[in-house]
């Protein structure tokens, strides 16, 4: 089906959304358990202790969010010191919720960044008149709010002006009302969003949405879901992908199947590069990857890195493209803003 599709769902009575391209499954969200703070959540934390050595701080966060929160490069932070922090991702096992103090406030349109005056226009909105526009609808609807800035995002290019204003008090009231807040102890002020409204936030506009239950099932999403819990990726060279996720990092082996030509190396590489994006992201794996590419000549990695930074760079996640090892692996490191597909 050629197109793009938005079918809002559940998964064991979890929020989920799936985001079809074309017939092929481009993104997929799912919440998380209960007991998982959400990226995006804003948090009331209190200094517990500095990590002598290595910049950061341990942070007291509600109970049910852990209770522990790390933020890095805190410094001349005193222990029980009250803190506005954000959720940046989820933890591995065992170690604290990863939290920044940079807070943002996003949604669709607009973006509210505290202690960070001033009004931009995203980069990817080319046409002046409209730049001109937007930073027009902007300062008439920010209004006075002193020390707060705003970023107005690339779909407020297509958006009428009622919604881009609606989007902009909604964040700049929310903004000051949290950046005001007074209090001493732990406790969540702004919940994380959940799948369907991080669709609705993130997500091109669609040609089709279905939001009855059952959406996935009758939508094929369930096939494909099952899919992703299997280690092997067809690639359309004829090759194949296999993600295996370990404990210390995500092995990656690409394979050139019943391909024997000279360029078979290259072109399962290549394909393999196309397809990680999507893989990672739908899977829900993040952390350090590795992979073990087909062989090829050295003079193609050039060419390789450069479909792989290409493919990254649709990504929304922060990505580390780090290169090669001595024994022709390649490592990359993504942000865990996601678990693991359930």
């Known amino acids: 089906?050629?197109?793009?599709?938005?079918?809002?769902?559940r998964i064991n009575d979890r929020l989920a959304?799936?985001?079809?391209?074309?017939?092929?499954?481009?993104?997929?969200?799912?919440?998380?358990p209960e007991d998982h703070p959400v990226p995006g959540a804003i948090y009331r934390?209190?200094?517990d202790r500095p990590m002598k050595g290595q910049g950061g701080a341990i942070l007291r966060l509600p109970e049910t969010a852990g209770g522990r929160g790390y933020l890095k490069a805190a410094k001349g932070l005193a222990p029980g010191t009250p803190l506005?922090?954000?959720?940046t991702g989820f933890a591995t096992d065992g170690k604290a919720t990863p939290?920044?103090?940079r807070v943002l406030f996003k949604s669709r349109y607009a973006i509210a960044t505290p202690g960070k005056p001033g009004i931009n226009v995203s980069r990817s909105i080319r046409d002046e008149e409209r730049r001109d526009e937007l930073l027009l609808l902007a300062h008439e609807a920010m209004g006075d709010a002193p020390g707060l800035g705003l970023i107005l995002r690339s779909a407020a290019a297509g958006a009428s002006e009622e919604a881009v204003i609606e989007d902009i008090v909604a964040m700049t009231d929310l903004a000051v009302a949290?950046?005001?807040?007074?209090?001493?102890d732990p406790e969540?002020?702004?919940d994380g969003p959940d799948p369907h409204t991080l669709a609705w936030r993130?997500?091109?506009?669609?040609?089709?949405?279905?939001?009855?239950?059952?959406g996935f099932a009758d939508h094929g999403v369930d096939a494909m879901i099952d899919a992703l819990r299997q280690p092997r990726v067809m690639l359309p060279s004829g090759g194949t992908l296999y993600i295996e996720p370990t404990r210390a990092l995500v092995a990656v082996d690409v394979n050139t199947g019943p391909d024997t030509s000279l360029a078979a190396g290259l072109k399962a590489n290549i394909a393999a590069a196309r397809a990680l994006p999507t893989q990672l992201r739908c899977r829900g794996l993040g952390g350090q990857i590795v992979l073990d590419v087909a062989p090829m000549p050295k003079k193609d990695r050039r060419g390789f890195e450069s479909v792989l930074r290409a493919a990254f760079k649709a990504d929304a996640s922060d990505i580390v493209l780090a290169g090669w090892t001595p024994l022709g692996l390649y490592e990359l490191q993504k942000k865990r803003d996601r678990l693991p597909l359930p």
């Open 1 to 9: 089906m050629k197109g793009r599709l938005i079918v809002l769902d």
């Open 17 to 32: 959304a799936a985001l079809i391209e074309d017939g092929q499954l481009a993104d997929l969200l799912i919440a998380p």
């Open 45 to 47: 934390a209190v200094v």
């Open 84 to 87: 506005l922090v954000q959720v």
């Open 99 to 101: 939290v920044t103090d």
């Open 178 to 184: 949290i950046t005001g807040d007074q209090g001493r």
């Open 188 to 190: 969540l002020l702004v």
């Open 202 to 214: 993130e997500w091109p506009e669609p040609d089709t949405i279905s939001t009855k239950d059952g």
